[in-house]
Structures are given as C-alpha cells and as structure tokens.
C-alpha cells in the first residue's frame, strides 16, 4: 500500500468550489492509479463565512492547518466584501502563518494553448518564477500620517532581510539545478535569472543582487547567472520569452511579471501556483480569482486547479502521478478544449474535469 496525505481543502469563493471539485477528482483518479492514498478535509473559509460570522482564517484554523501535508485552494474574494479583508485576512495570512516562503509560478505554453504572443509556441514559452512570498511591500510595514488631511503621507516599505533573500535565493538555485531546461535537454548549464530594479530600488535589489552573486559563485558555480531589471523583463516576457529558464524575483515584482507570464502561456483558466514552505506545509491555487459572473455556470476552465493538484503532488514526492496528470493536460488542450476561456472552451467544467480523469486513468 502507498502512503496516505492529509489535505487540507479549502474551495472559498466564487468558481474556487466549482474548480477544486474537479482538481479533486483528477487527484483521486491518479491516488488509484498510482496507489496511494489522500485523506481530504474540507474548509469554509472565505467570503460566505466571513459575512455569516466575521471570522476570516482565525489563529486556531492556523493551527489546525500545520497538521496537514498540503493544502489545496480554490480561490477568495468575494463581491460582498471590500477588498483586502479576504486577500489579508486568508489568503497573505496563510502564506505569512505558514511561513510558506516561495511562490512557484511554471509560465508553460501547453500544447494546443493559444498564446497572444505571435509565432510563439510550446518551446518558447517555457519557464519558472520563483516569487519570495512573504517579504518586501506585502509585509504591511509603513502607515499613514495626517491622514485624511491635505498634507497626508502613506508610507509602505519593500522590507527585505539576508535571511529572507538567501533563502529564496538558494531554493530558486537547487531548482534551477534540478529543473532547469538545460538539466532537461542535458545541454549547456542551466540559467538563473534575477529579476530586479537596481537602478532605482539600490537598497533592496543591492541586496539582492549581491546575495545571487555570492551565493551563486560559491555554490552554484554551474548555474550560469543572468540580470534583468524587471520592467525588461515584461518586455522580453513578450518578445523573446525563449530566453527564459528559470527567474527570481521579490514578492511585488513576483505579482506582476506573473499575471504577465499567465496571459503568454493561455490566461488564468491554465495558470497554477504553489506557496511553499520547503520545510512545512505548502498550499496550492489556481493564480485567477473568484470570477464572480462566472459562479454556478459550470464553464469555468478548471485545468489551472487541476494543475494547482499536479504540483502539489510533485511536492510531496509523487512524480510519477504529477507527470501523468500533465502529460494527461496536455492530451486534453491538444486534443479536446476549443478554448481556454471560460464558456468557450466546447465543454463544461465538470467535463473538462472527466477528460484529464479518465486520461489519468487510462
Ligand atoms: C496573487 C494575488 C494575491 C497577491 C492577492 C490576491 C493578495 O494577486 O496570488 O498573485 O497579490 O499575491
Ligand atoms: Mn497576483
């Protein structure tokens, strides 16, 4: 018998139930294929039970939440609720209280995916983001004074420490040296690129910039290390994305270049996620949102859920399962779905959802 995982699932808000149904039943179908075993908990947390009780994720969720090997999510937000309480007060204090340090972002083109970028296909649009998740601007440090008055000031800090750095750094140089493209073709050295803004933030990417070169030199040697600022990056995202392996970046820049990367590999039907803490417990999502007018249709595209689930189980070892569910993605955006977009993709969610299960299965 195969090991069992105790997975914390947590649908929220909007599509996130309808999705994560479906994340859910290509994990179970490769759980018999592959012969271990998932042990699910289901979670309210969200805008419903927010309005109902007022209670976003409390400390003691927290706490039940460490038990756990993994944690799937579906999506937060909620129209009823201003913005920030359910993005704060859930999704960033998971991240924070769970220590989950790294945000793995895969910008893959599969194939059949149609992608904005002219002449681009599944061989260009190939890379990885390792956004740091829990520093810089998200750490709320900052605030208002004379608020309200005509000479307000609002102050918000990007904050980074050594630590923070290094440890982003190093896990983005062992996946580099893992993962890379060039480990896959067994080519050239593989590549790590840090995407930064040197020129005008010289006290936070100083820092980061001296951190990659130290510690790449030191133990990295192999890696070879390439700079952009990130503004280049989104210009080179769209004109050369081939040139890309591997990038690290701080947690804004990490925001924003990867609604960039998830628009050149098919949109958010298609785009996943892992916040990952390397020694703790990880949680995984789909990088779109709640997509209100979409609730309760059954057209949303659940493939980036049920990609979100790939990458879980590749964390917790299973491999071969995690190859399986996207090579059986891939079958279906070559072969079945007319569209990534939601409503336009000839088949409903729960369909798409039977399409990459039976592939698994079979
Ligand atoms: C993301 C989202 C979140 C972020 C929001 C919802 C707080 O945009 O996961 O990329 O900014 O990290
Ligand atoms: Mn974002």
Redesign the pocket.
């Known amino acids: 018998m195969g090991k069992s995982y105790k997975i914390a699932v947590m649908p929220g808000d909007g599509t996130g139930p309808e999705v994560t149904v479906e994340a859910v039943k290509v994990l179970n179908a490769a759980a018999e294929k592959f012969g271990f075993k998932l042990d699910l908990t289901e979670f309210d947390f969200g805008g419903e039970r927010y309005k109902r009780t007022g209670e976003t994720l409390p400390d003691s969720a927290i706490e039940e939440l460490r038990k756990f090997d993994s944690i799937l999510l579906g999506a937060i937000g909620h129209p009823d609720v201003a913005p920030g309480i359910l993005e704060k007060g859930i999704l960033l204090k998971a991240r924070f209280e769970l220590d989950q340090y790294i945000n793995l972002r895969p910008v893959k083109l599969y194939p059949g995916v149609e992608t904005p970028l002219k002449d681009k296909g599944p061989d260009d649009v190939d890379f990885v983001v390792v956004r740091e998740n829990t520093g810089g601007l998200y750490t709320g440090t900052g605030g208002f004074s004379m608020k309200g008055t005509a000479e307000e000031v609002a102050v918000q800090s990007a904050v980074y420490t050594r630590f923070m750095v290094d440890r982003c750094l190093k896990y983005a140089f062992e996946y580099a040296r893992k993962y890379g493209k060039k480990a896959r073709d067994k080519g050239d050295n593989n590549t790590l690129a840090l995407s930064g803004k040197t020129n005008v933030l010289t006290y936070v990417y100083d820092l980061w910039e001296r951190a990659f070169h130290e510690m790449g030199e030191k133990d990295y040697p192999d890696i070879v290390r390439e700079y952009y600022h990130v503004d280049a990056t989104c210009m080179w995202f769209v004109k050369n994305p081939e040139w890309f392996d591997v990038i690290v970046t701080g947690n804004m820049f990490g925001?924003i270049i990867?609604?960039l990367g998830a628009m050149i590999q098919g949109g958010m039907g298609i785009a996943a996620g892992g916040n990952l803490n390397p020694e703790g417990v990880s949680m995984f999502e789909p990088?779109g949102g709640s997509a209100p007018k979409y609730t309760g249709k059954g057209v949303i595209n659940p493939l980036a859920a049920i990609c979100a689930g790939q990458m879980m189980l590749e964390t917790l070892g299973e491999d071969e399962a995690a190859i399986k569910i996207e090579d059986s993605v891939k079958f279906v955006t070559a072969n079945k779905l007319k569209s990534m977009q939601a409503g336009r993709m000839g088949y409903s969610t729960s369909a798409v959802g039977d399409l990459v299960a039976e592939a698994v299965a079979g």
Do not use: G
Request: charged share 50%; no cysteine.
């Open positions: 925001d990867t609604d990088i």
